[in-house]
C-alpha cells in the first residue's frame, strides 16, 4: 500500500492515536503524519501510508488554513484550553481587536509556546515544562499570509474572536492567540481550533474515522488513498524507462533540458521520487524502494 488519506481528526486523539487506530485497519506499521494536531484540535490530519511516509518533510510544507477561537481576558500556561488558566487584563473594544489581528500578517519571528513538540537538547519541550522545568525555546520566522475575522461574541467575563487564519509552515496558532491577547493587555490562549487545509487537501473532502473504519471493514480503505506524486508541492519531471530505472537504483540521470532545484519524479503516471537538478545532472534525493527481481 502506498498512499495518504486526508483524514478528518475529531477533537480528542492525539495525531498518534490516529495513526495507530490506521495501523490496526490496515495491518501496516510503516505509517505516519504531516504535520500533528494537538488532541484539542480537529481537522485535515494527512496520513502517510507505506512509502509516503519518505515525503514527510515535503507534503507538511505547504501552506495550511484554520478556523480558530481565541478567548481574551484570561491567560493559560500552556497558550489552549488546557490550562491551568489565570485572569487576565480588561476586554478590549472591537476596533482594537480588528486592528490588532492584521499586525500578525506577514513574515516575522514567532516565539513556540513552552508546551510544544519543539526539541531542548534532544528533549521535547512540553516533556520538561510539565515537570516544572524553564523551557527557553528561541523565536523562528514564520509567514502568516492573511486573517480574516469571521466575528466576535463578548462576555461577562472574555471575549471569543472568531478567525480564518492563513499561513505557512511551523506557524503555531497557539502563540498567535497568546501574543494577540499580550498585544491588547487583556491575555488570550487559543480555545478552539479546526485545521481546514494542508496544501491542497481540503476539511470538506476528509474522511472521517468511522468511514474507515466502514471501508476497512468491507475491504475497500484503498478507496481513500490519494495519489502521493499528485499532493507534492514540486514540478514534476517526466523520465524515460532507461533513465527510470537509473534513477530507482540511486544512480544520477544526465538530462540537458529539465530545470535547476527540486522534482518530483515520474515514469510512465508512477512516482519514483524526488530528484534535485544540478547542472546537467539529476540527483537521486528520495527513491521509492523497488521491489527485487
Not at 69 to 78: A, F, Y
Request: charge should be negative; include cysteine.
Amino acid at each position: 500500500m502506498l498512499g495518504v488519506i486526508n483524514l478528518d481528526k475529531p477533537v480528542g486523539p492525539t495525531s498518534h492515536d490516529m495513526v495507530a487506530a490506521i495501523r490496526r485497519m490496515t495491518g501496516i506499521r510503516r505509517i505516519g503524519h504531516a504535520g500533528t494536531l494537538d488532541p484539542l484540535a480537529s481537522g485535515v490530519l494527512p496520513i502517510l501510508v507505506g512509502a509516503a511516509t519518505r515525503f514527510s518533510r515535503d507534503l507538511s510544507a505547504g501552506d495550511k488554513r484554520y478556523v480558530a477561537v481565541i478567548r481574551l481576558g484570561w491567560r493559560s500556561v500552556t497558550d489552549d484550553a488546557q490550562g491551568p488558566i489565570e485572569r487576565g487584563g480588561p476586554l478590549p473594544a472591537d476596533d482594537r481587536i480588528a486592528a490588532a489581528l492584521q499586525t500578525f500578517v506577514g513574515t516575522h519571528d514567532q516565539l513556540p509556546p513552552a508546551f510544544s513538540a519543539r526539541k531542548i537538547a534532544g528533549r521535547a519541550a512540553h516533556r520538561l515544562a510539565r515537570r516544572g522545568e524553564t523551557v527557553e525555546l528561541p523565536p523562528r520566522e514564520v509567514t502568516v499570509h492573511g486573517i480574516d475575522l469571521l466575528g466576535v461574541e463578548r462576555d461577562a467575563d472574555h471575549v471569543d474572536v472568531r478567525i480564518d487564519l492563513r499561513c505557512g509552515p511551523g506557524t503555531y496558532v497557539r502563540s498567535i492567540a497568546r501574543d494577540l491577547g499580550e498585544l491588547l493587555g487583556s491575555g488570550g490562549y487559543l480555545a478552539e481550533l479546526r485545521r481546514t487545509a494542508v496544501g491542497s487537501l481540503r476539511a470538506e473532502d476528509a474522511v472521517t474515522p468511522e468511514r474507515l473504519e466502514t471501508l476497512a471493514a468491507e475491504g475497500r480503505l484503498e478507496t481513500a488513498f490519494l495519489n502521493v506524486g499528485a499532493l507534492l508541492p514540486l514540478p514534476n519531471l517526466q523520465l524515460d524507462s532507461a533513465d527510470s530505472h537509473r534513477f530507482s537504483h540511486g544512480s544520477v540521470v544526465r538530462l540537458a533540458t529539465a530545470s535547476p532545484g527540486r522534482h518530483a519524479v515520474f515514469s510512465d503516471g508512477a512516482l519514483l521520487g524526488i530528484g534535485r537538478m544540478e547542472g546537467e545532472l539529476l540527483q537521486p534525493e528520495t527513491v521509492i524502494e523497488i521491489e527485487p527481481t
